[in-house]
């Protein structure tokens, strides 16, 4: 990037959002860097081809394009860690992240309120390879300390649950972790990226399924890992190893969402809050699982330690049949039923925090509901969910 270009950790993060990672000069003066494809790498000379070093930065089409570097200098600048890497897919960057490093022989602790992909990996990858692990209490804070281990490596925590939505003591988790030299992971997904900065608090590794809020338009399929300057290098080579690699049309689109991102997230933190604060008021109702509201747990660490909230909550129903929120979901207009969320449009699934559980219950017990607030008019908006509700109690 030229030294000229704004876009450097001295300006706000609504500048860097918009300036980082672009070199126009580089690209005949193109504002938005292209979508470079190439699988081989042609060198100049024996020399560099023999040290691998490409003048341009490349080698190899699977190891990233101009295009790659720019979305990984971007988002590197947006979370405030040293270098980012991208991968097809948020599980992939979690999976990556995971298996970098850990051992066998090694253990790990993972809150109770993790992505449902990350638990089965875990499970299903993680239990194949040696590697020990523990669920633990999203709310526990420094009271951590009493589930590690003498081999206890790392510390992953997703905050909020995307389920549940607790909010975790970030600091005191990291502060224990830092005491007995344990590796932190951060799924950021939730904030965006934007409304939580995890290597201000310490962390070691933030991820990101880039799909959500990043992409941004509910058409692409981004994984997101930025690391410490440390830990960096055997990321990269763990990804190198597995052949991950993110495509320049998918890394582009990732580009291009990140420019709006400052503008489109508050849209949906406004739209989101307004609906929970909302959706508080109605009989249907038992609880709202949002983090800015002073009921969901850990409400005071969100106050805290966030800047913002995404668009993205949970609602429980009182105690409504199967059949009866069949036929809200079924005649929603605005919401549509999908999986992912972070576009966008506005999504209203079924979710069950109870069966991804292992080391704490889920408190309620009727039917839960997952909303992601997209952009359209507020107004819009609660006039069909109230039309909604009106089925549902029918």
Not at 155 to 173: K, R, T
Not at 333 to 351: D, H, K, Q
Request: proline share 5%; hydrophobic share 35%; glycine share 10%.
């Amino acid at each position: 990037m030229s030294k000229k270009s704004p876009g450097t950790s001295l300006h706000k993060t609504e500048t860097r959002l918009l300036h980082a990672g672009r070199d126009p000069q580089r690209f005949d003066g193109a504002v938005n860097i292209p979508a470079i494809h190439a699988s081989t790498i042609v060198f100049p000379d024996a020399e560099s081809f023999r040290s691998n070093n490409h003048p341009a930065g490349s080698h190899y089409g699977r190891a990233g394009t101009s295009t790659t570097r720019a979305l990984e200098e971007a988002v590197a600048a947006l979370e405030g860690g040293d270098r980012s890497i991208t991968f097809p897919s948020g599980a992939a960057a979690i999976a990556a992240t995971l298996s970098a490093l850990t051992s066998t022989g090694d253990h790990v602790l993972i809150a109770d309120n993790v992505y449902g992909p990350t638990r089965r990996f875990a499970n299903q990858v993680l239990s194949r390879t040696g590697v020990e692990f523990t669920f633990f209490d999203p709310m526990i804070g420094a009271n951590i300390a009493s589930s590690m281990k003498n081999n206890t490596k790392l510390i992953y925590i997703e905050s909020p649950g995307s389920e549940s939505f607790e909010v975790c003591d970030v600091p005191a988790l990291v502060r224990v972790a830092k005491e007995s030299n344990i590796l932190t992971i951060f799924d950021n997904t939730w904030s965006g990226g934007l409304y939580f900065k995890p290597f201000e608090h310490g962390v070691d590794v933030s991820v990101h399924a880039g799909t959500k809020y990043i992409g941004g338009h509910a058409d692409t399929m981004l994984g997101l890992a930025t690391a410490t300057e440390s830990l960096y290098p055997v990321l990269r080579q763990t990804a190198i190893n597995f052949g991950y690699c993110a495509g320049p049309d998918v890394c582009y689109l990732g580009l291009r969402g990140m420019r709006t991102l400052g503008v489109r997230l508050p849209k949906h933190y406004e739209n989101g809050l307004r609906l929970a604060e909302w959706l508080m008021e109605r009989n249907e109702v038992q609880t709202v699982l949002h983090p800015a509201l002073p009921s969901c747990p850990g409400h005071e660490f969100w106050k805290r330690d966030f800047s913002g909230a995404s668009g993205l909550f949970g609602v429980v129903l009182r105690e409504y049949s199967t059949e009866s929120v069949n036929k809200m979901l079924n005649g929603m207009e605005l919401y549509a039923m999908g999986y992912s969320w972070g576009g966008y449009e506005s999504l209203l699934i079924p979710t069950h925090p109870s069966q991804n559980r292992s080391a704490t219950t889920f408190p309620h017990k009727g039917p839960t509901l997952r909303i992601h607030a997209g952009l359209e008019n507020f107004e819009d908006l609660r006039d069909d969910l109230a039309a909604g509700l009106d089925r549902l109690s029918a």
